[in-house]
């Protein structure tokens, strides 16, 4: 080897050194709890972990499986309880300000304002990340739970047709059953209970009522006549599933419709990530359609990580850059291709996305127009997390007795919505 070949080559590695030093310098550790454990959750999450390992940190996984996230918050208050927060925690809605109220969160305005969050965020999602004008949390998506995911060869087999309202999803769920096609895949948490009742609530009730019986949990509205009508139809919901549907997750619920064992499913676009992850594609192997009756409507279900305050300097420059990295335009494609929801950020470009995807986005700008964008109360957008589990528990009770009258539910859910 040339003299000038080695010192070339002894130069390279002290600079390849030195780069290293640097990197190990500001690396840091990023703790993330999160409930991504599904095929497609699993997909999203690690173009997570890939984006903030690009930029030299190592990311600690704190996945704690349960779909909607119930699991994951009871560990997580343990975690916080004993003054070991993760940096960052899948956290959503009125929850956040909870946390805040608690000192715990950590402040992301820098990030917020170099990146210029304020400007790239729809303004109701920009405060619900805030805390007194402060940015505590950064969303990742926008998930629309009022869907309904159907099997299209399953529906031929039937001779039957995919539903727009509920009359006739009741009749298709015939046609189905006939043919000895379980007509509504199901699964048995209340969560998964709930995200059908309020697409029931929402086709049957229409958006203001909506509003007034679940998000505003006016006692009259709750007491109502639409209400009783509902409460009927929901249950009606029920005789359509499957004896195996009590304690079954709702990716599983997924798959039944994916095989084509089930006709149908009311779920979030989350599920839409599961048909992906199999490889289906949207308009041949599956059909996403708005639930019944809400097609003018848009249940949201916003994804964001609440970033906990941190001590090691190291670890909070990681933090930041997990904080910016999620608002790209980079990975919110990303993300979301994989996740089925919808990217946050405004103006960002849809070539990539499929029509679900497209329909979605396109709904998601026309309701907020409309007055008919709603919070989901099932995925924690609403209420306090203390009156939404109490009106969970509630409306599971009555999907799930044999005895419970619609009068007596009403009064239940009625009590339920006052727990504060
Ligand atoms: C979350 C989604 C998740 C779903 C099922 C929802 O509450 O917002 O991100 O995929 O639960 O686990």
Redesign the pocket.
Known sequence: MSKKMMFALRAGAVVAASMVTVLAAQAGEVEVLH??T?GG?AKAAKSLQATLQAKGHSWKDFAVA????DSAMTVLKSRVVSGNAPAAA?I?GPSLQEWAQEGVLADMSDVAATNQWDKLLPTVVGNIMKYKGKYVAVPVNV?RVNWLWANPEAFKKAGAKVPTNWDEFFAAAEKLKAAGIIPVAHGGQN?QDFTTFEAVALGVGGTEFYKKALVQLDQATLKSETMTKVLTTFKRVKSYTDKNAPGRD?NLATAMVIRGEAGMQLM?D?AK?EFISAGKKPGVDFVCTAAPGTAKAFTF?I?SFALFKLKNEANVKAQKDLAAAVMSPEFQEVFNLN?G?IPVRLGQNMDKFDDCAKQSSKDFVETAKTNTLVPSI???MAVSSAAEGAIKDAVSNFWNSDRMTVAQAMDKIAAAARTK
């Open positions: 409930w991504w599904s959750e349960g779909g909607g996230g899948q959503k998930h969560w709702w979030g989350w990530g279900n994804d996740k929801s099932a995925h924690g």
